[in-house]
Nanobody, 123 residues
């Protein structure tokens, strides 16, 4: 069984940066990891994805050029570096692992989820 824990959320002003971490335990398998977010009243949406090796990454259009994803497999951790944050980035951010489908952006394709971490962008 894989356990995921997100950290690094908080409140920042527009234009500032934040780095989220997703740390895994309970497995030595280098799963592909997706980052998702859910704002109040909205459905959960895919933000980014990184393959187990780190060689393949994806981003949703709204964050391209602002967010980067990386991983340190020695630390069992995936990072989401968020720069130039906007008000519309406010959401609870989740990491997920164990993809078993072909579409990285679909929540239903992931087996394991963290508890979420709140990111608030406010002036």
């Amino acid at each position: 069984q894989l356990q995921l824990v997100e950290s690094g959320g908080g409140t920042v002003q527009p234009g500032e940066s934040l780095r989220l971490s997703c740390t895994a335990s309970g497995s030595n398998v280098y799963y592909g990891v997706g980052w998702f977010r859910q704002a109040p009243g909205k459905e959960r949406e895919g933000v980014s994805y990184i393959s187990g090796s780190g060689g393949t990454t994806y981003f949703t259009d709204s964050v391209k050029g602002r967010f980067t994803i990386s991983r340190d497999n020695a630390k069992n951790t995936v990072y989401l570096q968020m720069s130039s944050l906007k008000l519309e980035d406010t959401a609870v951010y989740y990491c997920a692992a164990g993809k078993y489908g072909s579409d990285w952006y679909l929540p239903s394709n992931y087996r394991y989820w963290g508890q979420g971490t709140q990111v608030t962008v406010s002036s």
